[in-house]
């Protein structure tokens, strides 16, 4: 935990940046939940989020009334910043994985205006 600053974390995963970036990683954010990594941007954090609201809004239509594994079955499709990739996740992990994007972008927003108004 040396090598990194935390930004956020919750039950599911944890987002950070590298103390030591790379010219290529500079501004992005690490957030890894499961066993996914993403480096991504401020921009393309805000983007996952949109898809993350999408995904719990019209997950809860396609949840099984009276299934046995609904809280673990991973039926719902996650769009991601990059289009290419989409992850299969269950509707708590939607909602887990929701909360760990949107607290990392509360928290680097905060920093922001804190910034801005010369505060540390």
Same mark, same amino acid.
């Given at each position: ?36 990594? @993403? &480096?991504? =941007? ?5 983007? #996952? ?6 995904? +719990? *809004? ?18 719902? @499709? &996650?769009? =991601? ?5 989409? #992850? ?6 939607? +909602? *887990? ?19 801005? &108004?010369?505060?540390?």
């Amino acid at each position: 935990m040396n090598d990194i600053y935390p930004i956020y974390q919750n039950d599911f995963g944890i987002a950070f940046q590298w103390k030591k970036n790379k010219a290529s990683q500079a501004n992005k954010v690490q957030v890894i939940f499961r066993d996914i990594g @993403l &480096l991504l =941007t401020q921009s393309e954090l805000r983007h #996952f989020s949109k898809c993350i609201a999408d995904t +719990v *809004e019209n997950g809860k239509d396609h949840l099984c009334g009276d299934c046995k594994t609904k809280e673990t079955c991973r039926s719902l @499709l &996650l769009s =991601t910043p990059a289009h290419q990739v989409t #992850f299969a996740v269950s509707y708590q992990e939607a +909602v *887990e994985v929701r909360d760990l994007i949107n607290g990392t972008l509360f928290k680097l927003e905060l920093d922001t205006f804190f910034g801005e &108004l010369g505060i540390d």
